[in-house]
């Protein structure tokens, strides 16, 4: 006959504890500057989920590779990503000599005047003598080796999953070694031609970098953060399991520890209510009656303008890791995400109108990579008649629902899941192409799922 002892559990053995986030998040950080730094591969991939410290580990990888004496080139995908790294790096390391190199119509953004370290041109000959130097991919690819008196050994490219493949060939000659930084969840790259005629070859120029870099080198060493710091316990298992089935990672913070909360008590109506609902939860979904609507749909522009207008009314205040004290819900930690840029220019019209100014309202493409307390989204199958590809991209949903640290609150039309369920993937399967997952349709059902626990009738 067995025994139970302390030793030995009725049940099993016991499981262990869980790993303490900042724990487990600095020791992949030390594993991957290991791999930058002193590893023999010519390349490391770092996958990084919505707000896991992405760019603080590309601050870092910078700084050390300088302090060990190494010259290295920064790549970004676009100028304010650069302008950002470029002061996030001279904040953290006033000493450091960095170079921002910049097109002759594109200057830096002033900001960058407060740096003395850095040092500003058009021109690569004339940052020479930096320690690091920043531009953008486009930027990059007109510099030629010619132009330098050696290629850098090193290299970190920023949103490496956003950047194209061709747009690394282009610049691939001027490094040795690099370390390749993305979220592999986002939008993926953007292409202005159609490239069905290359899909499924080895130079897909649509691919993103780390696709087709991983295709040739599939022994590269890989690593994955594992917590993000941004998205609260009560949106990263959501947000996780729905776009990252794969990698999946968890929040850095536990049940309780963010709370959003109002000074000013409900009217009854839907927007209040929603509020509410999203104050209690993190989530909430304000819907409106099934109709087939314009894009720009003026009911769904009202319902989002009035829900903002109500966030500021009310006297949100946020509470967080981040201070004892409680932080008041100001116009400029809230965001408005759409799918298309007309959505959100009548978004701002009927914000204007409402007399709201200073909140960000933008696509999910301009959103990427940014911060907010509490996001107000249109959903993009609100109101329409069918679920094309470009709305079916599960990046866009991904960067719309992984914006906000403390709330998320969609505004939708009701008979989305049935639009799904009607208009299933016709897309062609393409031989060779490697099928990014989950997709688009699975990825919309998994999120409906959970906001419908969350769903309030839209009341004006």
């Not at 199958?381 to 998320?408: I, K, M, Q, W, Y």
Request: proline content about 8%; charged content about 20%.
């Amino acid at each position: 006959m067995s025994r139970t002892t302390e030793d030995s559990p009725p049940h099993g053995p016991a499981r262990p504890a869980p790993r303490d986030p900042a724990a487990e998040a600095a020791a992949v950080t030390e594993a991957i500057l290991r791999d930058t730094l002193h590893g023999s591969s010519r390349g490391v991939v770092v996958d990084s989920p919505p707000g896991a410290g992405k760019s603080t580990l590309v601050v870092r990888a910078a700084r050390e590779l300088a302090a060990a004496g190494e010259s290295l080139m920064v790549v970004a995908q676009t100028n304010a990503q650069v302008d950002d790294l470029a002061d996030r790096l001279a904040t953290a390391d006033p000493g450091l000599q960095i170079g921002r190199l910049h097109g002759s119509e594109s200057p830096p953004d002033p900001l960058l005047d407060r740096h003395p370290s850095i040092v500003k041109s058009a021109k690569v000959a004339d940052l020479a003598q930096q320690k690091v130097v920043i531009a953008t991919s486009a930027k990059w690819a007109y510099v030629k080796t010619t132009d330098l008196t050696s290629p850098w050994r090193h290299a970190i490219v920023d949103e490496a999953y956003q950047m194209r493949s061709d747009a690394l060939l282009q610049v691939a000659g001027l490094f040795e070694r690099a370390l390749f930084v993305g979220d592999p969840g986002q939008l993926d790259p953007f292409s202005v031609v159609g490239a069905d005629q290359w899909a499924g070859l080895s130079y897909d120029p649509s691919a993103s970098a780390v696709v087709t870099l991983l295709a040739h080198n599939p022994g590269l060493p890989q690593h994955r953060l594992p917590v993000s710091w941004r998205l609260p316990a009560s949106a990263a298992p959501l947000v996780s399991r729905a776009f990252y089935p794969y990698t999946p990672f968890r929040s850095g913070t536990g049940p309780g520890v963010r709370r959003l909360s109002f000074g000013v008590p409900s009217q009854g109506t839907g927007p209040d209510e929603v509020l509410d609902e999203a104050a209690a939860s993190g989530w909430g979904l304000l819907e409106l009656p099934a109709r087939h609507t314009p894009r720009t749909d003026p009911e769904a522009v009202h319902a989002v303008a009035q829900v903002v207008r109500r966030l500021l009314d009310r006297g949100g205040v946020t509470f967080s890791e981040r201070s004892e004290e409680p932080a008041p819900l100001t116009a400029d930690r809230i965001a408005v995400g759409t799918a298309h840029r007309d959505q959100a220019a009548a978004v701002r019209s009927a914000l204007t109108a409402l007399g709201v100014a200073g909140v960000a309202v933008d696509t999910a493409n301009r959103l990427q990579g940014r911060e907010f307390d509490v996001t107000v989204v249109l959903h993009p199958l609100s109101g329409r008649p069918d679920a094309t590809a470009f709305h079916l991209e599960t990046g866009r949903l991904c960067v719309l629902a992984s914006r906000h640290r403390h709330a998320c609150i969609v505004v939708c039309r009701a008979g989305v899941a049935r639009l799904l369920d009607e208009h299933p993937s016709t897309e062609p399967v393409q031989l060779g192409v490697t099928v990014k997952f989950p997709d688009g349709w699975e990825a919309n059902h998994a999120v409906l799922a959970h906001l419908d626990e969350h769903r309030v009738p839209y009341r004006p």
